[in-house]
């Protein structure tokens, strides 16, 4: 996995160089995460992107979707060539997710705030079908500054939504600071417990504790939804953009390209 996640963060940059726009350091915070989900939880098809009983993946903080897209292109949802197109225009892989464009997409995201809504939309889907699937909301922490959130949060954990898991990307910074200088939005683990909520924290960078965490909320969660923290680094694999918060949304130059591609060979 290790070399996986390697391999997703010079999609990334290439991606970002390509585009010559983006949101580097939030991208590259979420691989492991998402590298654990897609190639050892997550029940997909990528030859059958609509298989009804497919789990359901929804990139709440779309911003980071070079790193969904690193993950669909090598899956095989489609061809990692689109990978140059990113952020063109008429490319298949937006600046933000767009379910009409992108296969393995499930909902366009990016207004920040609304994925975890949907996520229940789909998982209330899943108990009217009588369907089996999960779905899993992956959420930045300045997010959770919206209050939509927390409308949501509240709703899931009184209708006991056990087939919802989300995931915090702890990462600590946002757009313009250090949220704890911003709006912070401690303690986590008191508020989504109040809500009803399942909760557990982990390294989000590392693998055997993130496959445990994941693995273990089956027998855990006992009728509820499940938030897991992750805490994580923004920037992460790339030295001189982590914990800093210019590079929320940064283009690279040519030099900052080649330097990022060479700590991740």
Partial sequence: MEKKARKLRRSIIKMLEAGRAGHPSGSLSVVEILTVLFYKILRLDPRNPLWPDRDRFVLSKGHAAPALYAVLGDLGFFSEDHFSTFDHIDSILQGHPDRTKTPGVEISTGSLGQGLSAGIGMALGAKLDGKSYRTFVLLGDGELQSGQVWEAAMFAGYKKFENLIAIVDNNKLQLSGWTKDILDIEPLVEK???????????DGHDFEKLLYTFRDLEEKRAGAPALVIAH????????????????????????EVALALAELR
Avoid at 232 to 255: C, I, L, Q, Y
């Fill in 232 to 255: 994580t680094t923004k920037g992460k694999g790339v030295s001189f953009m982590e914990n800093r918060v210019e590079w929320h949304a940064k283009p690279m130059t040519d030099e």
């Fill in 192 to 202: 989504w417990e109040a809500f009803r909520w399942y909760v557990t924290e982990t």
